[in-house]
């Protein structure tokens, strides 16, 4: 009898509380001195990466205390989805299915809720030689990556790891006017900066524009939504996936064009009072 693929999950431990509360059958990736809090997730994952050897024929995902709050998955219901998708590179997890459906991609999701976001997109891609339409790129559920929820082989790892750490050496690096677009406060809880939310964005990213990456995306409509207005209107964001779903497959500009009239009509939203 085949072996099942090797699923090697783990759950971030930022203090002694988050320690505690780590759910049943993931591991602990121990983020507990915190030497880089304005990373978020991201620091404790790059370190892991850059001392660990991976299993090239494994999948590992590292998520936030607060996955299973977002997703109501168990450890044991992700790990039987992905090994169910052995035949991918990338599983997506991403919560909040109205933020990825009723916006073009997720980098025009950023600059609805934080103005400027996509300037800073634009700058940090041509500064690696790397220009992409970020203004015009369509996602659907298959391409949306929020919170670094996803399970991926080594192999996606690595191009992960190669587009965030020249990122990161940008907003390490001297001080600049790009750099201050990055590494701009935002209105989230505790003044996150920029970075934190353009660093979850580059896997969307990489699945958008290097369409070798085999990508399987569990259901996100069950998964928790934003607490914006926009979760008061479940039916027009499934609408509106499809729409998007579809133009990608067949590339008919019909589908994009009844994509845009649902858009536009909440395109000015805006946040929950």
């Not at 699923?7 to 930022?14: E, F």
């Not at 940090?124 to 220009?131: E, V």
């Not at 900066?193 to 259901?219: D, G, M, Y």
């Amino acid at each position: 009898m085949t072996q099942p693929t090797p699923v090697h999950l783990y759950q971030i431990a930022y203090s002694d509380a988050t320690l505690a509360a780590i759910e049943p059958g993931y591991r602990v990736l121990d983020n507990l001195a915190n030497e880089r809090p304005d990373w978020y997730e991201y620091w404790p994952i790059r370190q892991f990466l850059a001392r660990e050897t991976l299993d090239e024929g494994a999948f590992y995902g590292f998520f936030s205390p607060k996955f299973g709050r977002k997703t109501e998955l168990t450890h044991a219901q992700v790990t039987a989805y992905v090994q169910a998708a052995d035949d991918h590179d990338v599983v997506l997890f991403s919560p909040q299915p109205d933020m990825g459906a009723f916006f073009l991609n997720v980098f025009e999701q950023g600059e609805t809720f934080d103005p400027g976001f996509m300037e800073a997109v634009e700058g940090f891609l041509d500064s690696i030689g790397r220009p992409e339409p970020v203004r015009t790129m369509v996602m659907d559920s298959n391409l949306v990556v929020f919170s670094n929820y996803f399970v991926a082989r080594p192999a996606f790892w690595r191009a992960w790891a190669a587009i965030t750490d020249a990122f990161f050496q940008l907003c390490e690096g001297p001080d600049s006017v790009l750099k201050a677009r990055c590494v701009a406060a935002t209105s989230y809880p505790g003044a996150a900066q920029r970075k934190v939310f353009i660093q979850e964005r580059l896997a969307s990213l990489l699945l958008a524009t290097e369409p070798h990456w085999r990508v399987k995306a569990a259901n996100p409509f069950g998964f928790g939504w934003s607490m914006t207005r926009f979760r008061q209107h479940p039916h027009e964001a499934i609408v509106s996936d499809a729409l998007k779903t579809a133009y990608l497959k067949q590339g008919f500009p019909e589908y994009l064009r009844a994509f845009g009239e649902i858009r536009s009509r909440f395109a000015a939203a805006g946040k929950a009072a």
